[in-house]
């Protein structure tokens, strides 16, 4: 047993059970949009989701127990990813559409309003109907999410302590619990050994779009910060600064 | 101690029992 020590099945339910509640920006939003009052309701909902998304990392089977170092560079290195891929699979369903909440969704088009953001929504947008296209499962999703979150961080640390080379063993196990469990995922889907693969595959590829639009999106923010066109604060600060 | 400098919102929240969704 990896180092959930848990079935596929159960760990997909954990990471399942684990998922944020739908957040609402809860601003009255004015329309048309200006690009400080597009920036600011982006970073506000930001803001708030992140804070939702380290409850949800907690809640991973086997994240709290890997060292506060090795959460922490996880979380910095993935952040904007993660907030991605949920905005992508609020919006499957939704063609030409970015569902950033329930209470905050947008048109390709409304981007215009935002110097160069434009080129990241069309980008959010094709990653969405590839995963529109693939009929991605809920169960495949979490999978993919907690894939970025353990991922993130595998390759660019070398540890240096007993206790660091300790907890990346933990990461690497627990990686491949999440393999396994999107394995499983698939599996259930009635393909043929050889669909199954390249399921495994496409969605994998797709991971690497995802941390390509993310750094995009970083650059963008950093920006919009350094033009001062929204104010960047807490969390979202913290965040933004450690990636950049 | 420099990364929990650096990070110290996100050192809280991970270090926090309380999950900020019971918070909120």
Redesign the interface.
């Known amino acids: 047993a990896h180092q959930s020590g848990m079935s596929p099945e159960e760990f997909i339910s954990r990471i399942i059970e684990a998922e944020p509640p739908d957040i609402y920006l809860m601003e009255d939003l004015k329309k048309p949009f200006t690009e400080a009052s597009m920036m600011m309701s982006l970073t506000n909902l930001a803001d708030k989701e992140l804070v939702l998304m380290i409850s949800w990392a907690k809640k991973i089977p086997g994240f709290v127990e890997l060292s506060l170092v090795d959460q922490i560079h996880l979380l910095k290195c993935c952040w904007l990813e993660i907030l991605m891929l949920g905005l992508m699979w609020r919006s499957v369903d939704h063609p030409g559409k970015l569902i950033f909440s329930p209470d905050f969704k947008l048109n390709r088009e409304e981007g215009v309003c935002v110097e160069g953001i434009m080129d990241i929504f069309d980008m959010l947008l094709a990653a969405t109907s590839r995963f529109r296209e693939l009929k991605l499962q809920r169960e495949e999703y979490v999978c993919l999410k907690a894939m970025i979150l353990l991922n993130s961080n595998v390759v660019t640390s070398s540890p240096q302590t007993a206790e660091e080379l300790e907890s990346r063993n933990k990461l690497l196990r627990l990686l491949d619990s999440v393999i396994d469990a999107l394995v499983w995922a698939i599996s259930k889907l009635g393909l043929s050994t050889q669909e199954q693969t390249l399921r495994l595959g496409h969605l994998t590829m797709l991971l690497s779009h995802i941390r390509h639009v993310s750094n995009k999106g970083m650059d963008h923010l950093s920006t919009m910060k350094r033009k001062n066109v929204v104010l960047v604060y807490d969390l979202l600060l913290e965040m933004l600064d450690a990636s950049t | 101690t420099s990364?929990?400098e650096?990070?110290?919102?996100?050192?809280q929240?991970?270090?926090n029992s309380t999950?900020?969704?019971d918070l909120?």
């Open positions: 990364l929990k650096k990070h110290k919102i996100l050192h929240l991970l270090q999950s900020p969704v909120a």
